[in-house]
C-alpha cells in the first residue's frame, strides 16, 4: 500500500489488531522512506448483489424477507429453524459467490425452491405450483397469505 503521505510505494505492518466487536482488522503500517505511520482497515466484502423485480425496479437484498417466505412455506412443517437458517446461508453464500451486482427476483426464487425441495417435499410442492409464477418473496407472500384466508 502506498504511503499518504510522501506516496512511496513500500510500506510495512507494523501492528495488526482485531477490532473489539471483531468487525474488522485495524493494521498500523509505516512507510519505509518517510516513516511516517498511518492505519488502514479491513472490512470483509459482503455486498450482495441488488435484486431486480420484473417491472425493472432495483431493491436491497433483504435476509428477512428471504426468512419469511421460507417460514411461509414451511408453516406447520417439521423443520427446524436451524434448518431453515442454514437454507438461508447457503442461498446467501451463492449470492454473494455469483460476484455480480444484480440479480433478477426470479433467479432467488429459484434458488428458494430449490432448498425447499431439500427440506421439505410436501412443502415444495404445495407451494411450487404457485411460486413458479411468482416475481419475487413480495408476491409469494401475498399469495400464500391469500391461501390461508
Ligand atoms: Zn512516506
Redesign the pocket.
Given at each position: 500500500m502506498k504511503?499518504p503521505?510522501?506516496g512511496?510505494g513500500d510500506t510495512q505492518v507494523v501492528e495488526t489488531r482485531m477490532a473489539e466487536d471483531g468487525d474488522f482488522i485495524r493494521r498500523r503500517r509505516q512507510?519505509a522512506?518517510?516513516e511516517?505511520r498511518f492505519t488502514t482497515y479491513e472490512r470483509p466484502d459482503v455486498t450482495f448483489p441488488a435484486v431486480v423485480k420484473k417491472d425493472g425496479r432495483r431493491i436491497e437484498y433483504e435476509r428477512a424477507k428471504l426468512l419469511a417466505s421460507f417460514n411461509l412455506a414451511l408453516r406447520k412443517r417439521p423443520v427446524s429453524t436451524e434448518q431453515i437458517d442454514g437454507a438461508v446461508e447457503r442461498i446467501e453464500e451463492k449470492l454473494l459467490n455469483l460476484g455480480v451486482r444484480e440479480i433478477p427476483s426470479s433467479r432467488i426464487g429459484e434458488l428458494v425452491m430449490r432448498e425447499l425441495k431439500k427440506l421439505d417435499k410436501v412443502a415444495y410442492v404445495r407451494f411450487a405450483s404457485v411460486y413458479r409464477s411468482f416475481e419475487d418473496v413480495d408476491d409469494f407472500k401475498s399469495v400464500v397469505d391469500e391461501i390461508r384466508r
Amino acid at each position: 500500500m502506498k504511503c499518504p503521505f510522501c506516496g512511496h510505494g513500500d510500506t510495512q505492518v507494523v501492528e495488526t489488531r482485531m477490532a473489539e466487536d471483531g468487525d474488522f482488522i485495524r493494521r498500523r503500517r509505516q512507510c519505509a522512506s518517510c516513516e511516517k505511520r498511518f492505519t488502514t482497515y479491513e472490512r470483509p466484502d459482503v455486498t450482495f448483489p441488488a435484486v431486480v423485480k420484473k417491472d425493472g425496479r432495483r431493491i436491497e437484498y433483504e435476509r428477512a424477507k428471504l426468512l419469511a417466505s421460507f417460514n411461509l412455506a414451511l408453516r406447520k412443517r417439521p423443520v427446524s429453524t436451524e434448518q431453515i437458517d442454514g437454507a438461508v446461508e447457503r442461498i446467501e453464500e451463492k449470492l454473494l459467490n455469483l460476484g455480480v451486482r444484480e440479480i433478477p427476483s426470479s433467479r432467488i426464487g429459484e434458488l428458494v425452491m430449490r432448498e425447499l425441495k431439500k427440506l421439505d417435499k410436501v412443502a415444495y410442492v404445495r407451494f411450487a405450483s404457485v411460486y413458479r409464477s411468482f416475481e419475487d418473496v413480495d408476491d409469494f407472500k401475498s399469495v400464500v397469505d391469500e391461501i390461508r384466508r
